[in-house]
Structure formats: structure tokens, C-alpha cells
């Protein structure tokens, strides 16, 4: 049988427990919250760094394509 001092000193050991069990949770919570973010965060990063390359892409056939059309442009003004 529990005497009464160890009754009495049950009740803060069990808020204690309960506490890190509600912080331990709260932790694991937490963790998994930022592993999802960081897959999140890798994804877009990488979508971003293919539209990037993308951009440099058309940039590079928008300039060829208009030297294409100025060269043309020259040679029909000198066929007439």
C-alpha cells in the first residue's frame, strides 16, 4: 500500500510524465512536419532550376531565330 507521501508525490510525477510524453509528441510532430517540408523545399528547387535552364534555352533560340530573320530580311532587301 501507498503511504501517504507517496500518494502525494504520485500526482507530480504523473503531470511530469504526461508533460514529456505531450512534448515528446509535439517533437515528433515537429519532425515530421520539417521532413516534408525539406522533400517540398528539394522539389521546388528543382522545378525551379529546369525553368531556369528553360529560360536560358529560349532565350538562346529567340536570338538565333531573330539573326535567322535580320539575314533574311537583308537578302530579300538586296533581291529587290
Same mark, same amino acid.
Given at each position: 500500500?501507498?503511504?501517504? %507521501?507517496?500518494?502525494? +508525490? #504520485?500526482?507530480?510525477?504523473? *503531470?511530469?510524465?504526461?508533460?514529456? *510524453? %505531450?512534448?515528446? &509528441? +509535439?517533437? /515528433?510532430?515537429?519532425?515530421? $512536419?520539417? &521532413? #516534408?517540408?525539406?522533400? +517540398? ?7 525551379? &532550376?529546369?525553368?531556369?535552364? /528553360?529560360?536560358?534555352?529560349? $532565350?538562346? *533560340? ?7 530573320? $535580320?539575314?533574311?530580311? *537583308?537578302?530579300?532587301?538586296? #533581291? %529587290?
Amino acid at each position: 500500500m501507498l503511504t501517504n %507521501q507517496e500518494s502525494t +508525490a #504520485e500526482g507530480p510525477v504523473f *503531470q511530469i510524465r504526461s508533460r514529456l *510524453q %505531450q512534448l515528446q &509528441d +509535439a517533437l /515528433d510532430t515537429t519532425t515530421l $512536419k520539417i &521532413d #516534408e517540408e525539406s522533400l +517540398a523545399k528539394s522539389t521546388y528547387s528543382h522545378i525551379l &532550376d529546369r525553368m531556369k535552364k /528553360d529560360h536560358i534555352s529560349t $532565350k538562346i *533560340q529567340s536570338s538565333e531565330m531573330e539573326n535567322s530573320l $535580320k539575314s533574311k530580311t *537583308q537578302i530579300l532587301s538586296l #533581291e %529587290q
